[in-house]
């Protein structure tokens, strides 16, 4: 999953045609509103009125893009958006009282798993659900939107699979592990499609997903549990309409593909036995390759791409209005996508065996690694310098209280690389701006228009994926991957308030030397309106242990001072011990309600504390998914 005082959101103008899965017809989806003509450069606001596309959770920054076509195909009707939350949906198999399990260990992970694979009257189970949502939760409109409860009770999400996949293969149950990438092996699930192609399973989609094909390919973000196109029995019974194809969501299910074909060779599995899991991976990562920044869209509009190359855009092209140039999302990249691509690309050149392949894919890698390092960018004009004028500020770098205004106007501010000079994080991403022909730094939607920044995508994936070592490579200073983490730390974290019954009842600033119980999802939000991510936090877990691994045990001995090691170590077990306490819900704390109400800031909402989340089974995977990847490459 993913800045500065407001929600922080890319607004959209699109019209959008999906290809109807199984049915041959197609709808159109149009959502709301986007920057003018005269283009303003991109700022971010409102989500909670607008469809987001911001870099996300453990998530892909589109949790909810519909899949489009650039022309109008077979008359379809309109239909508006509305934001939406993850892909959620409810369990055949949750009646048990024992269910759900704490999310406390490994093997309730795995009985979780198993209670949320969707089972289908012929005694065979489906996809897992996303989320299991209490019977107390039955008759209300989860998030107050429609489309969210949809997603909530009958949405099965790419990444809360892949993490699944992994947890059953920790726990050694490969069969079920296996039954789970077997659906993705197949063209359709049920009656909806699974892969993202302009022409597939009988389907045109009217010139969406460019250039994809039949080798080169994302798989969509989420679908229906129950693999209906149109199910009677659910809640709402008209057809499923949210398709994303996205490129952090399928970077996960490689690792999950990666670990099963690994772990199935040391089993003894034959090499032609395991050859359409890695085909399946094969094409997830061919599509990675074919989008990574082409030198022009689909109307032939040249780009300036030289000083940009190697980053891998959101989604795949004529997923936008083809009227309307001022935005597309195949111009956008994010930190996110990014660092987890190119740990899928180092998984996918360990279990590929042809040469050429695996040399493709590991220059791939590296020209995200340079997209990193050497990205000519622009921090956008803005009508007030606010805080970044000059330097470092000494007060608390989160945005409570405000900092003393600033009132001169700021130039566009060239840089090289994505790392903000400010708290050594990565930025969340940039955006190609056709008016300036630059790449320009995602920023929030206030008059000093500050840069987007995000828990996972500025450190604590960031470190995991990169390591501590090419961490500090890109930015030029081996401390680099420690400082980042202070910054989140300081930005993000909280100290949890505990009742006498165990609940959190409310979070203060850790600061940077409090003790840090868990992580937000950014630095938006105050107190009174904090949250801890279970599943964000585990990432911070996973990060502070490579850093100890770096900078205590290896190579990077030495740079940091034994308070600064001791420190570490005591955020790792206070995070984990935190999360080994609250192991369940998607998020916990005040900002679950009042003026809040669950926002991340990212365009999506956080359920209700009672509805478990699959996604924070991230915490007892046996590996970190991204240092995993990374160390089949060293």
Not at 126 to 151: E, K, T
Not at 350 to 359: F, L
């Amino acid at each position: 999953m993913s800045f500065p005082n407001l929600l922080k959101t890319i607004f959209l103008h699109l019209s959008l045609l999906i290809a109807i899965p199984a049915f041959g017809s197609t709808i159109e989806m149009t959502s709301h509103s986007t920057p003018d003509a005269s283009y303003v450069p991109l700022t971010t606001d409102m989500a909670q009125q607008e469809l987001a596309i911001a870099g996300a959770p453990g998530r892909d920054p589109l949790p909810n893009r519909m899949a489009a076509a650039s022309a109008m195909v077979h008359g379809a009707s309109m239909v508006g958006l509305q934001p939406h939350i993850f892909t959620q949906a409810t369990p055949l198999e949750a009646t048990a009282a024992s269910f759900p399990p704490l999310l406390s260990s490994l093997a309730n992970a795995v009985s979780f798993i198993q209670g949320q694979m969707y089972a289908f009257p012929n005694g065979t189970s489906g996809l897992p659900s996303s989320f299991y949502v209490p019977p107390s939760l039955s008759g209300q409109i989860l998030a107050n939107n429609p489309d969210a409860d949809r997603l909530i009770r009958e949405g099965s999400d790419l990444y809360d699979t892949s993490l699944s996949i992994m947890a059953l293969i920790g726990s050694g149950d490969m069969a079920d592990a296996k039954k789970l990438i077997d659906v993705y092996t197949q063209p359709a699930y049920g009656t909806m499609d699974l892969r993202a192609e302009p022409n597939f399973n009988g389907h045109y989609n009217g010139g969406a997903f460019a250039p994809f094909g039949p080798k080169a390919f994302y798989l969509f973000d989420f679908v229906r549990a129950s693999g209906a196109y149109q199910d009677p029995t659910a809640a709402d019974p008209t057809a499923w309409q949210y398709y994303s194809p996205d490129t952090g969501d399928n970077a996960w299910m490689v690792f999950a593909i990666a670990q099963y074909v690994q772990q199935a060779e040391k089993n003894g599995a034959s090499s032609a036995s395991l050859q359409s899991y890695i085909s399946l991976a094969t094409g997830i990562g061919n599509g990675m390759v074919a989008l990574q920044n082409p030198n022009e869209d689909p109307t032939g509009v040249k780009r300036d791409y030289t000083d940009a190359q190697g980053c891998i855009p959101s989604t795949p092209q004529g997923v936008y209005d083809a009227s309307d140039h001022n935005y597309n999302p195949n111009d956008v990249c994010y930190v996110e996508n990014n660092v987890s691509a190119y740990a899928a690309l180092g998984a996918l050149a360990s279990i590929v065996t042809d040469p050429i392949q695996k040399i493709t894919f590991q220059g791939a890698r590296s020209g995200i690694a340079s997209w990193l390092q050497n990205a000519v960018v622009y921090l956008p004009a803005a009508a007030t310098a606010g805080r970044r004028l000059s330097g470092v500020d000494t007060q608390s770098l989160r945005p409570f209280p405000p900092f003393p205004p600033r009132t001169a106007p700021r130039p566009p501010r060239k840089q090289t690389g994505l790392i903000d000079p400010i708290t050594g994080m990565f930025y969340q991403g940039i955006m190609f701006n056709p008016s300036t022909q630059h790449w320009e730094i995602l920023t929030d939607s206030t008059r000093s228009r500050q840069p987007i920044l995000a828990t996972d995508s500025g450190g604590t994936w960031a470190i995991s994926s990169l390591g501590p070592q090419l961490f500090g490579q890109i930015a030029g200073n081996p401390r680099a991957a420690y400082t980042a983490w202070s910054s989140v730390r300081q930005l993000m974290g909280w100290t949890a308030t505990v009742g006498l019954d165990g609940s959190v009842t409310g979070m203060k600033d850790a600061g940077a030397a409090g003790r840090l119980d868990g992580l937000d999802y950014s630095n938006l939000y105050p107190e009174n309106q904090s949250l801890i991510s279970p599943e964000w936090t585990a990432g911070g877990v996973n990060a502070v242990k490579q850093l100890l691994g770096y900078y205590r045990d290896g190579a990077g001995k030495g740079q940091l001072s034994s308070d600064e090691i001791a420190g570490l170590a005591a955020d790792r077990a206070s995070m984990q011990d935190f999360i080994s306490q609250n192991p369940n819900s998607y998020a916990v704390g005040p900002g679950l309600t009042g003026s809040r109400q669950g926002q991340t800031g990212f365009g999506w909402q956080c359920p209700p504390a009672s509805v478990t989340a699959m996604a924070s089974i991230y915490g007892v995977l046996p590996q970190d998914p991204l240092a995993w990847a990374r160390s089949l490459n060293n």
